[in-house]
C-alpha cells in the first residue's frame, strides 16, 4: 500500500517480503535487510546514515505485555517513509497511520515524528492503571495473602520490564534522532524529536518507579509472610508448654513400680486431674500477663 501526500511526502506500508523487492535499490539497503526478518526484530534501534535513517520498532501489546503487539521496521529519506511489517500486522498499522486525529504529513520527517507519538500517546494512563492494581495489592495485603495475588505481583513486575526495556530503547533512539550527528533531519525536527524524548523519558522514570513499588509491594508480602509463620511458631511453642507438665506428670505415674503410695490413696485420680487443670490455668494466666497468647 501506497500513499502520496505532496510531491515530497510518501507513505509506503509493505510486507517483509514486498519491501525486499521494492527496496533494493535504495541507499543503505544492506541496514535495512537485517530489519527485514522478523525474528530479528527483537528491539527498537535506530541507525542515521548521511542519506536515511533506518532501524526497527518492538511494541509490546498493552493487553498482553508479554507479547509484541506488532514488529516493524522503518526506512525514511527525505521523500518517503517506508514502514514493513508482517502480512497479519499491516491492518493495525494502518489504522495508526489514520487515526481519527490525522499525522502531520507536511513532511517526512513530521509524519515519523506524528507516527513514533502515537506509539505513546495514552501510555501515561496505561502506566496509571498499573499503579491501581499495585495499590489494590497492597491494600490486599492487609487481609489475606492468596496465592493469586502473589502470581499477579509477578506478572505485573513482567509486564512492567517489557515496558521499561521499550521506553529505553525509545529513549536511545530518540538521542540518535536529535542529536542528528550527519545533518539529516531539519533543525525543527531534531527538536521535535528531542522533546519527544523527555516524553519518553517521564515514562521510563514512571515505569521505574512502578518497579520499585512492585518491589516494595513485594517486602511487604515476605514481612506478611514472616510475621504470621512467627505468629504460628509461637502458638505451637505456648501450647507445647502449656502440655509438658502434663506429660511429665503422665510419664512419672506411667512408671511401673509397685510401692507408689498415691495409687492406693482412694482420691489420688481426682487429686491429679485438679493437679493438671491447676497447671494448666496458671500457665494460661502467666501467658496471658505476658502478652504471649
Not at 498499573?130 to 495499590?135: G, V
Not at 489475606?144 to 509486564?159: A, D, F, V, W
Amino acid at each position: 500500500m501506497e500513499w502520496t501526500f505532496s510531491d515530497s511526502v510518501r507513505l509506503s506500508l509493505l510486507s517483509f517480503s514486498e519491501a525486499s523487492k521494492a527496496c533494493a535499490a535504495l541507499p543503505g539497503f544492506s541496514l535495512f535487510r537485517r530489519s527485514l526478518q522478523p525474528e530479528r526484530i527483537e528491539y527498537c534501534r535506530a541507525e542515521l546514515l548521511p542519506d536515511c535513517l533506518v532501524g526497527s520498532l518492538a511494541v509490546p501489546d498493552k493487553t498482553h505485555p508479554l507479547h509484541l503487539a506488532f514488529s516493524l521496521a522503518f526506512y525514511l529519506d527525505r521523500g518517503q517513509l517506508i514502514l514493513a511489517a508482517g502480512e497479519q500486522t499491516l491492518p493495525a498499522l494502518q489504522s495508526l497511520l489514520f487515526p481519527e486525529e490525522p499525522l502531520d504529513t507536511s513532511d517526512v520527517f513530521h509524519l515519523f515524528f506524528s507516527f513514533l507519538e502515537s506509539l505513546i500517546q495514552e501510555d501515561m494512563l496505561y502506566l496509571q492503571n498499573f499503579e491501581k492494581r499495585l495499590a489494590t495489592i497492597e491494600e490486599s495485603l492487609l487481609d489475606t495473602l492468596p496465592k493469586e495475588l502473589q502470581r499477579t505481583l509477578i506478572t505485573i513486575r513482567r509486564e512492567l520490564l517489557v515496558f521499561h526495556a521499550y521506553y529505553q530503547q525509545l529513549l536511545d533512539m530518540c538521542e540518535i534522532l536529535s542529536e542528528d550527528e550527519n545533518h539529516f533531519l531539519p533543525p525543527e525536527c531534531a527538536r521535535q524529536f528531542s522533546r519527544l524524548g523527555n516524553r519518553v523519558d517521564r515514562l521510563y522514570d514512571h515505569t521505574q518507579m512502578l518497579r520499585e513499588y512492585a518491589l516494595q509491594i513485594r517486602e511487604m508480602q515476605q514481612a506478611q509472610i514472616d510475621l504470621r509463620q512467627n505468629d504460628t511458631m509461637r502458638i505451637l511453642t505456648v501450647v507445647s508448654t502449656i502440655f509438658f507438665p502434663l506429660s511429665l506428670i503422665a510419664g512419672w505415674y506411667g512408671m511401673n513400680f509397685t510401692h507408689m503410695p498415691e495409687l492406693s490413696a482412694p482420691y489420688a485420680y481426682f487429686i491429679l486431674i485438679g493437679v493438671c487443670i491447676l497447671i494448666v490455668a496458671v500457665e494460661i494466666w502467666y501467658f496471658k500477663k505476658k502478652g504471649w497468647f
